[in-house]
Every structure is written in C-alpha cells, then in structure tokens.
C-alpha cells in the first residue's frame, strides 16, 4: 500500500477550517434569506447531455466525466486495457460515460427550472451553495472541488433584482467587515452600443475581449489587438475615447460624471441609452454606503449576460482580485427547450473570500473557540460520577468532553491545552464527598470551587 | 435537445425538502458538538487506489469512477468507441480511471487519520456530514447519492466512548420527538464466543451471518442455513438456545436478565465474557431513559467490526427498521500502514430519518414558514419607496420581498398566498403621504395600520 494522498486539487477542511469557511456561508446564506432566496440543492452529477456544449470546448473537456458502471473493474491496476476494448467494441463513447460532475450551479439550476418551469412560482428566488469540480491544472487559490455560492431570480426583467444583488454584495461583505469592497458594474448593451458606434456590431466579442485586458496590457497593446480585428484609425480613436474616459481617478470620475459622459456618447444608440438607463436606476437608487463603480471595461466572460455585469472586487490593499460577479442573461432556459425566462444572478467566490479574511485578518476569535470543558479522568468512580455531572452540562447546551482514561494530571491539562478548552473541571473523590468540583479557567490559570448544583449556572454566565 | 432529466437514483431538493432537511441535520450536529466532536470534510473524490478493495468486489463493482481527464471528449454522441481505444491502447487501467467517488465517511476518514496521525490529538474526535455515492439499483429509499452522518473517535479503547455514543442517539432522536426509537446493541466478542463455544471458531462469519436473518427467515431456516455449512446437530441446540434466550418477549426478558444469561452460557469463553462486561458496563451507566436493548443476533454486515455494535431502528409503528448504525474497529488505518489506532463510531441514516419525521408527523411547523413579508407594488414612485422601507426591515433581520413589477393587487395577494409569505405591506402614494402602511396578515386576514417608524417594532414582536 503507498502513502495514502488525496486527487491533485482537492483538499481535506479540517475542524479550523470547516468552522472559518461556515462562518462565512452562514452570512452569504442568512443574506439571502432575508433578501427572499429560497435554498435549492442539485445533485452532484448530471446527465452529460445536460452539461456538454454549454461551457465551450474548454469546459467539455476539463468536465470530470464517470465511466459508467459495469465498464470498468480496474481492482488490478496492472491490467491491460485490452478487457475495455473488447467490453467498449463497436459501441459509442455513451457508453463510456453518460453523467459528469457539476462544472457550475447555473446550468443545473436552469435544467431545474425547465424540469419544473410548471410547478415554480415566478419569479422564482433560488439560491444555492454546493461544490462543484474542474479538471483545470492546480494553482495557489484554484482547486479543482470549489463551493459556489449563487443567488438568482428568473422569470423578471424588473431592475430592482438587479438593485437588491448590488444590496446583497453590501451587506454580505460589510457583515464579513470587508468594508474596502469594490463592486464593478457595466451593461452589456454599452459594450454592444460600443461596438454599434465603431459600426462593427458583428465584433463587439473582439472589442469586449480586447477591452477587457486594458488593465493587464494597457492601451497600447489593447489597440494593437483591435488592430489585428481589422478595426481602423477612426474607430480605434473612438475607443480609446471611451476608454479614456473611464480611466480617469476615481475622484474625478464620479459614477455621476461617468453617466452624463456616456449620455452624450451614445446619444444615438437606443442599445447604449438602455445600457445608460440601467446603470442610473442602479446608481440613483443604491444608497450611497454601497462602493458601487461603473466599470466600462468590465466585460465578464460568459457570453449568455445581456444586460447589467457585476464583478466585486477584493479591497485593492490585498492582491486577490474579484471574490464574486454575476449579470442578467435573457433565455437562459432556452437551452432546454423552454424559452423566455430572463433571468439575473449573483455569485460569491468562498475560497477567494476565505483568503481576504485571513489576509486581514478579520475572522472573529470566537469562530475557532473549542470546547468549553474538559472533565478531568481521576479514576474509575470519579470518572463515572463526572460522566453524570458532564452529562447536565452538554444537556444544558454545553459542550464538554471526559478524558478518555485514567491519566496523570500534567497529561490531562497538556491535553485540555493543545485542544485549546476553555475549562478543566477536576472531580476527585475528596469533591464528591463534598459535592463541589474546581473549575480552573485555562487561558487565565483561575481556579474555582464550584458546588455541583451551581455548575450549569456557572457556565451558562461565562 | 431532448427533454432535460437527472440521472437515475439523484434528487434534486426544493426549498421545502431542504429546510426540513437541515432540521435534523442542524440537530445531529449541534449534539455532536455538545459530545466535544469536531467537523472534517474531505472531497467528494479519492484516489481509486485508496478506495479500491475496501467494501468488497460488490463495492468495488458500484463505485462511481472518475474518467481521467483527456481520454474523452464525448461532445459527438455518435463517434464511435474508436477514438478511446486508439487512445488506450497499450495502457494499463489505470491510464483511464485514477478517481472515484467516495463510496462512504469511514475510509476517506481512515485515510485523513493516516496522512495526519502526526499532528491530530488523540483521541480524535471528528464528526463528517457529506454526500456519498454509489452505484446500487435505485429503489424506494435507496438513492444513488445520499447524505452520511458520521461521528468516530480514533485512538481510545475507553469505553466511555460507547457510553456517550449511545447517548448521541438518545439525544438526536429525543430532540426530533422519536421517542419510540430503540438502541440494538450486541458485541462482535460475544458472536466470535458463540463460534468458540460450538468449536467452530472459523465459522463465525457463517454463524452470523446465518444469525443476522433470523428475523426474516425464522430458527428453522437458520438451523438449515448452518447445517449447509456442516455445523452438527449439537451444534445447532447450542446456538437455538442462545437464539431462543433472545427472542423471548421483551417485558419477560430484561437487558439484565440476558445478561445474567449471557454470564452462564459463556461462563468458559474469554471472548465471551469481555463481550458481557461490554454491554454490562453500557447498560448500568446509561440513564434508563436510553431505549436500549441487548439483541443478541444483532451482527452488522461490515467485517471490521470487534467489539460492541449499534443498530438504532425506527419505532416498530413506522416500518422503516434501521436508521442508524456503529460499532468499534480496531485497527481501521492499519489498512493505510498506520496500525494501532482503535476507534468507535456511530452513523445516521439521513433519509430515513427524514422519512420517519414525515410518516409521524413530525417535522415542526416552522421548518415550513417561509418570507415574512412581501411589500405590494404599486406603481414606479411607490415601489422605489417601498424598497427603501423594506431595506431597513432587511437590516433588522426580517425577510421581506418587494413584488417585482406594478401588477394588479389580486394578483399581487396571490403571488403571496401560494408563496405563503406571512403578511402583505400595502404602501400607496396615500400611504407614503401620511407615513404609514396597511399590513395585511394573510393567515388570518386581520388588516393594521403601521406608522413607518413602528414597522421593524411591528414585526419583531410577532
């Protein structure tokens, strides 16, 4: 037998941990209920059919397929291939695999919502947070298991969904006191009303995806690529305006600034006075606590967004960049043969969230705190007599652990300390005579006698 | 595009199934750790070599293998198995699956103790909530994912462990009202000491397993089952009067009646009596709320199993049988090459719970209580103010939903009732006027006036 390992990119959560990473979903998903998500869970595998195509070529093939059962029995590792082939012969690859792993939760929910499109209540309000599984090479902070956490509303083009996901990115982040948090927003319909503008609607992908880099490459390189698209002079000219624009300093460029210039430069695109629209309900109805940015060269990669994008950001004192984003898509259900449900999501990155928290340290002390007693092992009769005297303890909603043996005392402590417990409680047969038992406060070294009967009282003051 | 569809044995959860879900699971939870367990979750797939050989040829055949990534990209359907053999050939098995998914808690938990022995504190106590998967016929109650709910504690031989896992179960099921549970106990000592006393050591397996059907096949299929396997006729009397002993009607036959039994009937069996001062030490500790009963043909199909063995079952009234199960292993990392560390553990049957909960009427009403207010829309000017009202409601902890677009009032009251929001928010341009709301108890019909500033008062006394 080797050394036993785990798959490259995946990762075991160990007490520390699990507890740090619930501290922060139970804020995303209390967030999301108060703001009327309701939960919903999908299975970890899908049906091929359901996933293959929707995330391009890269996605099909970074997608962890499972060899369907009765195919394989590969107990003896060194077994030629050969018993698969003859098993596989003649028959289509189907019947090699025919489910996969989830690559996100949005295809899966709108599987669901086709599945069920005759039972929802619309709108409907779903959120979701379950791991999903990448074959993508493993990287710092890219795991190949991830948790995603997504809000969605289907089945209304009303903005206020878009106004209350900006309100949850507020309140989830300034709850986890990431108060620094940037929350980049644009419309798809500028970047199309862009491209309308250059007159090349046909290559507002080029342009997006161009753009899209200006941060990484700067304006040089962007127009050198749009170059390459066959754009002209004139038209590079037009972008590096609108580029220009947005990247002002931000106290010069206010989101008020940013609307009235846009107003003007797309005064003759119905596509870019929509956009423009969009993006004024937002800012005009979001109180101004929210650190909410129009972004023009915000483009988001997935190509189903049609109109508002968002991209939150990490505060710019860590280098971790985006912890969430999301945007409204028109047919998302289309896929599945059920049209016409638009629809508007939101997503928060956990493991990137995970890591601005430890980087400036904002877990609270208490979400590591242990357990509260350790009830000392003195011998057989004291041990059991703390066992009873234990068990009213966790009864009262306490949690208290017996040291499994009978051991020397320094042995006892060591342990209570490595496990960092609050309280050793000593019951010795001297305490149960007198029915008291000394409490000693392990961080502070106090030592009190508390009398049996007062115990839970002593506690539950702590 | 054919009809969208989840693979055969997977659910999906709605809002409703996972609220009630997260009932018990919040409860298995919190007791575990009220008993000082602590939280591990490790990813949903292992490496096969971890997996492979330890649930038998029929968990080998069930486990669900993981392609590895490259060997197919099944976008065409149709292609034929070519590709793959092309692919393959001359490869071992290996070169096509090196992951699985896990099959249950307890190995992917051996394996963590193993590659972390050198930096966990023993004892280590963990409990582990995941999904597991496997591959058997879907039917009634039996899924192809589903939930574990495991708590163990490695590194301790202390009975107290024992103890205080049957006190788990008495806790979680009195917590969700099954009263009715009972708590089937036995030891593996005691089967091997049955084996020994017919002098027949190497036959335990073949007598318990024969045992273990008793129930559903009756003494004289079991007497005939072990003839099969050449046990003689005075063999046979032996294990019919232990049998017989067991079956007696519960008021007649006290756990302490059985043990005194026990104490003559293997009064020359080492075994035997370390198997009696298991249970005894059990049932004179235990308060005797505890529904447990000693059953004697009590077995458990998994092998590792050496000292006490748990079977929680369902209240005879629903027929559900069991709902949770355990026993103590000794040496389960011996399998990863760290040998020596014992361990004890218990399981819950998630889904069966859930399914005694429903068929008894169990699940609390306010598992189902969904959004507590939904703010009627009633035009542009009113629902922007609407918003600003419902936002403060939001911070003070209550759920609210403003309805998305200027609809008529009747179908704004029927959005609510088939949501089952509690109470409807009316604020017109009258109302916004003179600074109050009419809300609207949809439950009872009862209809109130509320100044703006006394509405997060309102809601909270409710």
Redesign the interface.
Known sequence: ???????QG??????EV??KRQYILNYIKAVF????F?????????????L??KYG?EG???M????N??I??????????A???KV????????????A?KYDLTIPFA??V???HGRL?F?Y??YQVQ?V?R?DSPQKGRY??FTQCDAD?VG???L??E??LA?IYH?VFTRLKINDYELRVNSRKILTALAEVCAEEEKVTAITTAIDKLDKIGIERVKEELREKELNEDQLSIIESYLTMNNCPAEEMTNEKKLTFLKDFFRDSDDGQKGIEELEFLIK?L?AANNIIIDLTLARGLNYYTGIIFEAKAPPTVKIGSIGGGGRYDDLTG???VPGIPGVGISFGVDRIYDVLTELNLFPEEVEAG?TALFFNMGETE??FA?EVM?QL??N??????Y??FAKVNKQFQ?AE??KIAYAVIIGSKEIEQKYCLVKNLATGLQEVVVFERLNDFFNSK
């Open positions: 037998m080797s050394k036993p390992s785990i798959p995946t990762r075991d959560f160990n007490a699990v507890r209920e108060l703001y009327a309701e939960p919903l869970e999908t299975p970890a595998m899908e049906n091929l059919d359901t293959i195509g070529d099909d093939k970074l962890f397929k499972i060899l059962n009765g394989s029995n590969p107990k003896n590792t060194e077994k030629s291939i018993g698969f082939e596989l012969q003649g028959k289509s690859s189907s019947d090699l695999t025919e489910r792993l599987r669901y086709a599945m069920n209540i709108p309000r779903r791991p599984w074959g190949r298991e509303v209304s083009r009303s206020f969904n106004l209350e309100c309140d109805n109180p896929l599945f043969d357990i041990s059991r066992f068990q966790r009864q909603g306490i949690s208290a652990e017996l499994h043996e342990y490595r496990k």
